[in-house]
């Protein structure tokens, strides 16, 4: 699909998802001991706020987005810090990170604006295949729950996101959350996947 033209949205300003502070979400399963400190991979850094943060608290951080723009101020805001923590400008659907790398995979809205499923489905492919055998995807999604709305995250619903991942990812935790931005808060799926170590099973269930 034609990518948005995300630089267009970096050089505008108009940036509702970039608060300049590190997600909750990502805060609360970071210092709860959901991942222990690894090598991790970011898809759709932005500016880079999360993996930064992520960076400060010992993991050693490969950060990718679709923008150069984005990369760019990313960059920036690293220059003063001596932290492992990497910014490169990728299409994750068109390029592919190093397979079997990665402890820890994060998301923030990124696996969301596809709105084709074949490529939700490559996405999550491609996630499984950059995680270490003990690895963990965790990826903040847009939820069809909540008030209607004419602007925000896209929404994706519960059998959507299931769908898409779970051939290739375990799923550990699926529940409903929320999205903080600089406009009022949406409705979000916080989804826990691993690497499989067994291919998902058909019922055996008969008559």
Not at 99 to 128: K, L, M, P, Q
């Amino acid at each position: 699909m034609p990518h948005p033209p995300w630089n267009e949205r970096y050089a505008s300003g108009e940036l509702p998802w970039d608060t300049g502070h590190p997600d909750p979400l990502l805060v609360t399963f970071v210092e709860s001991g959901g991942v222990a400190p690894g090598r991790a991979l970011e898809i759709g850094c932005g500016t880079g706020t999360n993996a930064i943060w992520l960076a400060e608290r010992g993991f050693d951080v490969l950060a990718v987005d679709v923008s150069p723009l984005a990369i760019e101020k990313a960059r920036a805001k690293l220059q003063a810090k001596t932290l492992q923590c990497k910014f490169a400008t990728m299409d994750f659907l068109g390029e592919t990170p190093p397979s079997d790398a990665f402890d820890f995979v994060f998301d923030r809205g990124c696996f969301h604006i596809f709105d084709d499923s074949e490529e939700r489905s490559r996405f999550a492919t491609r996630v499984a295949k950059a995680l270490a055998p003990s690895g963990k995807w965790l990826s903040l999604i847009g939820s069809t729950e909540g008030a209607l709305r004419d602007t925000g995250p896209p929404r994706r619903s519960a059998r959507e996101v299931v769908s898409a991942i779970e051939p290739d990812l375990e799923i550990l935790d699926l529940h409903s959350a929320e999205f903080r931005s600089k406009l009022d808060p949406a409705k979000a799926w916080f989804c826990l996947s691993r690497r499989r170590t067994v291919s998902a099973q058909p019922s055996t269930r008969r008559g």
